[in-house]
């Protein structure tokens, strides 16, 4: 579904300083139905090659391709989720849902149904009059989320999407999003530097080095799906935890 090879990254600010490389030869593959997970250090350029996936920054070398096709820019097949909710405050729950499907010229009736099938998985029936300042941040990302499964994209893409939230809301919308992806079976990239996170999410974690990155390593977790119920129980996931910790923390990955 997703196939990144040897893609590379240079950032040149003005003639008087040295090119930033950023991304240096990475290679990514996502399988459809996937959920892979991207960690690494901050700065590393985690967020720069979800940007590149999403169509919405350049690259220098390699290719770039979704469902086969070369990405040239931004597509119907993918949809982004931020960190910082990126909701429209002037807009309701039910405005920010359908405001993709807004612009693709859908009817009225396509985007009442899609809102309300939508705000029932999310499990923000009743909120759909409210507007981002009247949300909890955790619901907030939750219309987030709801907007990008609005336009029925092949791929999610989602930017470190519960970061900025308290550790008891994150790890509910981890759950949350766990469910999603077993109810529509997405193929998702997730951009993480949380070692628990990718691990609880992911099939498969891509570990990127310190900028300019590289892929040092990619790490099959090896848990089923379903997850289950505690996960955190499962020997198989602090067995993870501990190995991706431990790959972290070699020479080449600092």
Known sequence: MIDVRQCRKVYRADTTREPLVVLDGVDLHVSEGEVVAVLGPSGCGK????????????????????????????????????QDFALLPWATVSENIAFGLSLRGASAAERHDAVHRLVGMIGLRGFEDRYPSQLSGGMQQRVGLARALAVEPRVLLLDEPFGSLDSITRRGLQDDLLALHQETGKTVLLVTHSVDEAARLADRIVLLSPRPARVLDVIDTGLPRPRPAHLERDARFAALKDDLWERLKQPSAR
């Open 47 to 82: 967020t720069t090659l979800l940007r590149i996936v999403a169509g919405l920054a350049s690259w220098e070398g390699g290719e770039v391709r979704v469902g086969g096709a070369p990405v040239t820019g931004p597509g119907r097949d993918r949809a982004m989720v931020f």
